[in-house]
């Protein structure tokens, strides 16, 4: 889409992030000792954390990914929403309150409370850095596609501005600052998502197309030339000269109908619909392609709607949805072209899984399972979500914030519903980008909701990537550092090192958003629970439940979890797209590991834990 930077949007854009950095200059003072840094001083209020939590975890796979998956496939995009959410029962009635009892910064203190090993301190600390970096990935994709509608800017520039800003908060004040970001986020979030959600059943559905909304012209195929012809994924393509502009268009029987295109021609110059950028030809898509009662006749709206009404309606309706592109290649000229079709769907059949995840292949059955699994077991083994059990002051704190957390959390996940189907239906997708969804929407609405929503969604990666840094910079200074190299500090020398850490972290993070940008940022966080899922749960669940567990059973279970499952999604068909080689040449068919990588590493922490049971002479099971 072509994007144009309003002052509004600017000015409240800079006010909001100028009163994040101010908050926390203020919080530095009170980060002095290691305790401060890492884990806020244990002091944060329950209510507080719990709203924390729930600003932490909605980062920008919630707002941005889900948002946008729901609004380009349907149902299926919600199912993140589901296996995001149970993953929060595991959490509450296994980890909460062990984690408070047997931490003290970082989630390696709790692994290695009875045994103090080398080994459990170095495996526990590269799962903790390996598990940060795969999250930071999509937060920092999400933050370059905020800064091009929001202030007009390229990609990358965005990236580097999270990565500053970010770098800033976690150096100056740790774990506080970061908490109450977190806080403002989250609860913002929640309330302007309500207010955006209230607002897409006041205006219900409606068949008329928006202003800015593409609408495809048709002309008959035999009265034009083709320039040039490909067949792709059972469509037709056809280069057509119009009006002393060229674009693609597609075969519809005998007509033609004009699709959305982006061309990079031989001598370097791209061109949107065949026409350069400032004739704003390449604009937003979706729209409801019919619309019934509930007997059945043809209407052009419904008029404001209730909840149930409001699904009902779309189960009556024909949606146009542009879900992929399907060329990218060169055509005769030596032009690289990118067109994005229109498919038509039956609103009832978006309402229900089918639209992304395949499972009626054995392959589909597969990766579908597995990434609920590990959705649903990575929540509770997140370094950044575990370290945050160490910021209040007791074990009862700890399960009160984890309820707060799921009631929050789980009211959000709904109104992604409204979200994502609202983007659907209003026109307001970026075909390029389908993680503008609901800031879109909001525009929708009028330019202070999009600059205010695209403010939150800017905070909601400045804090998500905060936690993440505080805990890489934990698992840095307190787990390999102090603990495994023997490296005895001062608490003001340990916090040193984890700002300095936190500044390498923050580039490498600002590296890899650059180098995966374009790719949907739910997907790559499902990557980052996988192998959190894979590496971490594990050794959390026998080292709490099975006496036999032993500090060698630990270190190979994180170091098998996490080999193996970056292994399959190194070697997986999306990484090998993202590389720029064909999906099917990839040495495997799975895209996500947790159904292999999880069982391997219950397996091997079994198996190694009852060869070396004379490591666990002596020691005290912990209740």
Same mark, same amino acid.
């Given at each position: 889409m072509?994007?144009?930077?309003?002052?509004?949007?600017?000015?409240?854009?800079?006010a909001?992030?100028?009163?994040v950095?101010?908050?926390?200059?203020?919080?530095?003072?009170?980060?002095?000792?290691?305790e401060g840094?890492f884990?806020?001083g244990?002091?944060?209020?329950?209510?507080?954390?719990?709203?924390?939590?729930?600003?932490?975890?909605?980062?920008?796979?919630?707002?941005?990914g889900?948002?946008?998956?729901?609004?380009t496939? !349907?149902?299926d995009?919600? #199912?993140?929403s589901?296996?995001?959410?149970?993953?929060? &029962?595991? /959490?509450?009635f %296994?980890? =909460?309150?062990?984690?408070?009892?047997?931490?003290?910064?970082t989630?390696?203190?709790?692994?290695?409370?009875?045994?103090?090993?080398?080994g459990?301190q170095l495996?526990?600390?590269?799962?903790?850095?390996?598990?940060?970096?795969f999250?930071?990935?999509p937060?920092?994709?999400?933050?370059?596609?905020?800064?091009t509608?929001?202030?007009?800017l390229?990609?990358?520039?965005?990236?580097?501005?999270?990565?500053a800003i970010v770098?800033?908060?976690?150096a100056?004040?740790?774990?506080?600052?970061?908490?109450?970001?977190?806080?403002?986020?989250g609860g913002?979030?929640?309330?302007?998502?309500?207010?955006?959600?209230?607002?897409?059943?006041n205006? !219900?559905?409606?068949?008329? #197309?928006?202003p800015e909304t593409?609408d495809?012209?048709? &002309?008959e /195929?035999?009265? %034009?030339? =083709?320039?040039?012809?490909?067949?792709?994924?059972d469509?037709?393509f056809?280069k057509?000269e119009?009006?002393?502009?060229?674009?693609?268009?597609?075969?519809?029987?005998?007509q033609?109908?004009e699709?959305?295109s982006?061309?990079?021609?031989?001598?370097?110059?791209?061109?949107?619909?065949g026409?350069?950028?400032?004739?704003?030809?390449?604009?937003?898509?979706?729209y409801?392609?019919?619309?019934k009662d509930?007997?059945?006749n043809?209407?052009?709206?419904?008029?404001?709607v209730?909840?149930?009404?409001?699904?009902?309606?779309?189960d009556?309706?024909?949606?146009?949805?542009?879900?992929?592109?399907?060329i990218?290649?060169?055509?005769?000229? !030596?032009d690289?072209v990118k067109?994005?079709?229109?498919?038509?769907?039956k609103?009832?059949?978006l309402?229900?899984?089918?639209?992304?995840?395949?499972?009626k292949?054995?392959?589909g059955?597969?990766?579908?399972?597995?990434?609920m699994?590990?959705?649903?077991?990575?929540?509770?083994?997140?370094?950044?979500?575990?370290?945050?059990?160490?910021?209040?002051?007791?074990?009862?704190d700890?399960?009160?914030?984890?309820i707060?957390?799921?009631?929050?959390i789980g009211?959000?996940?709904i109104l992604t519903?409204f979200?994502?189907?609202g983007?659907?239906?209003?026109?307001?997708?970026?075909?390029?980008s389908?993680n503008?969804?609901a800031?879109?929407?909001?525009?929708a609405?009028?330019?202070?909701?999009?600059?205010?929503?695209?403010?939150?969604?800017?905070?909601?990666?400045?804090?998500t990537?905060?936690?993440?840094?505080?805990?890489?910079?934990?698992?840095v200074?307190?787990?390999?550092?102090?603990?495994?190299m023997?490296?005895?500090?001062?608490?003001?020398?340990k916090?040193?090192a984890?700002k300095?850490?936190?500044?390498?972290v923050g580039?490498?993070a600002?590296?890899?958003?650059i180098?995966?940008?374009?790719?949907?940022?739910?997907?790559?966080?499902?990557?980052?629970?996988?192998?959190?899922?894979?590496?971490?749960?594990?050794?959390?669940?026998?080292?709490?439940?099975?006496?036999?567990?032993?500090?060698?059973?630990?270190?190979?279970?994180?170091?098998?979890?996490?080999v193996?499952?970056?292994?399959?999604?190194?070697?997986?068909p999306?990484m090998y797209?993202?590389?720029?080689?064909?999906?099917?040449?990839?040495l495997?068919?799975?895209?996500n590991p947790?159904?292999?990588?999880?069982?391997?590493?219950?397996?091997?922490?079994?198996?190694v834990?009852l060869?070396t049971?004379?490591?666990?002479?002596?020691?005290?099971?912990?209740d």
């Open positions: 072509n994007y144009i930077a309003n002052p509004i949007a600017i000015a409240i854009f800079l909001f992030v100028g009163f950095l101010g908050m926390s200059f203020f919080f530095a003072r009170k980060a002095k000792s290691a840094y884990a806020a244990g002091n944060i209020h329950w209510f507080v954390n719990g709203i924390a939590f729930a600003g932490d975890y909605l980062s920008a796979a919630s707002f941005l889900i948002c946008g998956l729901i609004a496939m !349907g149902y995009g919600f #199912l993140y589901i296996g995001y959410l149970a993953g929060w &029962i595991v /959490a509450l %296994v980890v =909460a309150e062990p984690m408070k009892r047997l931490g003290k910064y989630f390696t203190d709790a692994l290695d409370a009875k045994f103090n090993s080398k459990i495996m526990a600390a590269i799962s903790t850095l390996a598990v940060s970096l999250y930071l990935i937060q920092m994709v999400g933050a370059g596609v905020l800064v509608p929001l202030l007009g390229p990609h990358w520039v965005g990236v580097i501005m999270v990565g770098i800033t908060i976690v100056t004040a740790g774990m506080t600052s970061t908490t109450y970001v977190q806080f403002l986020k913002l979030l929640i309330i302007f998502s309500t207010v955006i959600s209230v607002m897409v059943l205006k !219900g559905l409606s068949t008329e #197309l928006r593409f495809p012209q048709t &002309i /195929a035999s009265s %034009v030339t =083709a320039a040039a012809t490909v067949d792709y994924h469509q037709t056809v057509v119009k009006d002393g502009l060229f674009n693609w268009w597609i075969v519809r029987g005998d033609l109908e699709a959305q982006k061309t990079i021609t031989a001598k370097g110059e791209t061109l949107y619909n026409a350069p950028k400032t004739d704003n030809k390449f604009k937003s898509v979706g409801l392609s019919s619309l509930e007997e059945g043809e209407i052009t709206e419904t008029g404001k209730g909840v149930f009404q409001y699904f009902a309606s779309i009556r309706s024909e949606v146009v949805r542009y879900p992929k592109s399907k990218a290649k060169f055509d005769d000229n !030596g690289h067109v994005f079709c229109p498919e038509t769907t609103g009832s059949d309402l229900i899984p089918g639209q992304k995840f395949k499972t292949t054995p392959i059955k597969l990766n579908f399972i597995s990434l699994l590990a959705l649903f077991c990575g929540t509770a083994s997140l370094p950044h979500i575990l370290i945050r059990y160490y910021t209040v002051p007791s074990q009862r700890a399960r009160k914030s984890t707060v957390a799921i009631g929050s009211f959000f996940y519903l979200l994502g189907f983007a659907m239906t209003m026109g307001v997708i970026d075909v390029e389908g503008m969804s800031p879109l929407l909001a525009k609405f009028g330019i202070v909701l999009f600059s205010i929503i695209s403010a939150i969604a800017f905070a909601t990666v400045l804090g990537v905060s936690g993440l840094i505080v805990a890489a910079s934990g698992a200074a307190h787990d390999l550092m102090d603990n495994y023997n490296i005895k500090m001062t608490d003001t020398q916090v040193k984890g300095l850490t936190a500044v390498v580039i490498i600002v590296i890899l958003g180098l995966f940008k374009g790719m949907n940022v739910s997907f790559l966080v499902g990557w980052a629970f996988a192998v959190a899922a894979s590496a971490n749960l594990p050794s959390i669940i026998m080292l709490l439940f099975w006496k036999k567990t032993t500090a060698k059973g630990i270190a190979w279970s994180i170091g098998v979890g996490m193996s499952a970056l292994g399959i999604i190194l070697s997986s999306s797209a993202q590389y720029g080689l064909d999906k099917a040449s990839a495997h068919s799975l895209d947790g159904i292999i990588a999880i069982p391997l590493s219950f397996i091997v922490l079994v198996v834990s060869m049971q004379k490591d666990n002479e002596g020691l005290k099971y912990i």
